[in-house]
């Protein structure tokens, strides 16, 4: 009885907190962005006049590619298929695994000269979420961030990814058998929270006139070929698209994600041609 009490005892407390940390974060996000209503736009022009067509990625071990086998990242795919419309596309990946949205400014003040990039893409925010980043301070790195990245590259194309869902998120992938999730309390309070974090991703980038990546739909709802976690399991889920660890995308998942980014790419570079690889 006493163990059964301690159980109800530790899941009320959870609830409550989580409840506490939505509801908070929701107001927080709204006080955030309407703190930085002046987000910097992105200046007039067509593309950088450099002679090379080139995409430069700041981003985290997402965009990184970790998990995937050499040469199968979802960076790694889109160069390829850039290359083949396009034999002069560079490809310059300053991803750096572990970075929150803070961190990808050094990546930029670091990175390739200043306005040689046709298209920049920006693959962060999963480890803000994970590292508990309030709302406010997401907010007022993205701002800065999104004007170090128009001040560096003027004439550049941004896109911006948002954070996929990771309420699926599994401790482990066993050899054998379905994955082991989160407890159901805490699945339900990530999910909410990454609305949260997204809410600020979103606007920020609307506001700065980048274009949106939605991989958090894509998670969440696939797409006519894919389905998506509203339509498959957990377990399922897991065994097509997510590497042993439990969190990063494996090749197919990785696959799918350079699928669904190639048109915001191929537009963003000035490509025309096939879509496919």
């Known amino acids: 009885m006493?163990?059964?009490?301690?159980?109800?005892?530790?899941?009320?407390?959870?609830?409550?907190?989580?409840?506490?940390?939505?509801?908070?974060?929701?107001?927080?996000?709204?006080?955030?962005?309407?703190?930085?209503?002046?987000?910097?736009?992105q200046a007039a022009g067509s593309g950088s006049h450099e002679t090379a067509p080139t995409l430069v990625v700041f981003g985290d071990s997402l965009g990184q590619g970790f998990r995937a086998t050499p040469g199968h990242g979802w960076i790694d795919l889109l160069r390829d298929r850039l290359v083949l419309l396009d034999a002069r596309v560079a490809v310059r990946n300053e991803s750096v695994g572990g970075s929150r949205v803070i961190d990808l400014r050094r990546q930029v003040a670091r990175g390739p000269a200043h306005g040689l990039a046709r298209a920049v893409l920006v693959v962060a925010g999963g480890n803000d979420l994970m590292h508990g980043t309030d709302p406010y301070s997401l907010a007022r790195a993205d701002v800065a961030?999104?004007?170090?990245?128009?001040?560096?590259?003027?004439?550049?194309?941004?896109?911006?990814?948002?954070?996929?869902?990771?309420?699926?998120?599994?401790?482990?992938l066993?050899?054998?058998?379905?994955?082991?999730?989160?407890?159901?309390?805490?699945?339900?309070?990530?999910?909410?929270?990454?609305?949260?974090?997204?809410?600020?991703?979103?606007?920020?980038?609307?506001?700065?006139?980048?274009?949106?990546?939605?991989?958090?739909?894509?998670?969440?709802?696939?797409?006519?070929?894919?389905?998506?976690?509203?339509?498959?399991?957990?377990?399922?889920?897991?065994?097509?698209?997510?590497a042993s660890d439990g969190l990063h995308p494996n090749d197919r998942g990785y696959a799918l994600l350079a699928d669904f980014a190639w048109p915001h790419v191929a537009r963003a570079m000035r490509a025309s041609g096939p879509t496919g690889t």
């Open 2 to 41: 006493r163990r059964v009490l301690h159980v109800a005892r530790q899941a009320l407390i959870t609830v409550v907190v989580t409840v506490a940390l939505v509801v908070g974060g929701d107001v927080g996000a709204a006080f955030a962005v309407a703190s930085f209503a002046g987000v910097p736009a």
């Open 174 to 242: 066993k050899n054998s058998g379905p994955p082991e999730p989160l407890p159901a309390p805490f699945r339900l309070g990530l999910g909410w929270l990454t609305n949260v974090e997204n809410t600020i991703v979103d606007r920020i980038a609307v506001r700065s006139g980048a274009d949106i990546l939605d991989i958090h739909r894509l998670t969440l709802e696939g797409d006519a070929e894919t389905p998506g976690l509203k339509k498959i399991s957990l377990q399922e889920f897991a065994q097509r698209y997510v």
């Open 145 to 172: 961030l999104m004007g170090d990245i128009h001040r560096s590259y003027p004439h550049a194309r941004v896109i911006v990814t948002n954070i996929p869902d990771v309420s699926w998120r599994s401790f482990r």
